[in-house]
């Protein structure tokens, strides 16, 4: 009984809580407000670093599942869902063209989230051969 008292204690010693809250909760994954990309890592086959991105695109989120977005010209608005660490984006621009479209139309990204930040992967169209992801950071106005 002493050995189980001990090991409850122990792990209850060795957590220690975030001290940045993170972007998302338990439950259905949601994310409200403007991101803007403000580092990337590209890789090229020798050592990478992340890189900051000086004026980079942004993305405003609205909770109920719409976007709009500055990465490109000739669409800026569309639909998002997040499921299973993917987020998939859906510009809702009916002449709209990318390579990066998969055959359902959306582009698609692996997305982890840090404290105020997430991290794109690319996971439609043509990826990164070394690597590349994008962290986009809130912006608060």
């Known amino acids: 009984m002493r050995i189980v008292f001990i090991f409850v204690v122990l792990t209850f010693l060795g957590c220690s809580p975030s001290s940045e809250a993170p972007l998302v909760t338990d439950g259905p ?3 409200e407000g403007k991101f803007k990309l403000t580092e990337s890592y590209l890789g090229t086959g020798g050592e990478t670093d992340w ?3 000086e004026n980079g695109p942004e993305f405003v989120f609205a909770g109920n599942g719409t976007f709009t977005s500055t990465h ?3 669409c800026s608005t ?4 997040i499921a299973d660490d993917v987020l998939q984006v859906l ?4 002449d709209f063209e990318n390579n990066a479209i998969d055959e359902d139309g959306f582009i698609t990204y692996a997305i982890a989230f840090g404290a105020n930040y997430f991290i794109l992967t690319p996971t439609s ?3 990164c051969i070394e690597g590349c992801s994008y962290k986009y950071t809130l912006i608060k106005d």
Do not use: F, K, L
Not at 78 to 81: A, I, N
Not at 91 to 94: A, E, F, G, L, V
């Open 72 to 74: 490109y010209e000739t």
């Open 78 to 81: 569309g639909t998002y869902v």
């Open 125 to 127: 169209g043509p990826t």
């Open 29 to 31: 994954i949601q994310i």
């Open 51 to 53: 890189q900051v991105v």
């Open 91 to 94: 510009y809702n621009c009916p």
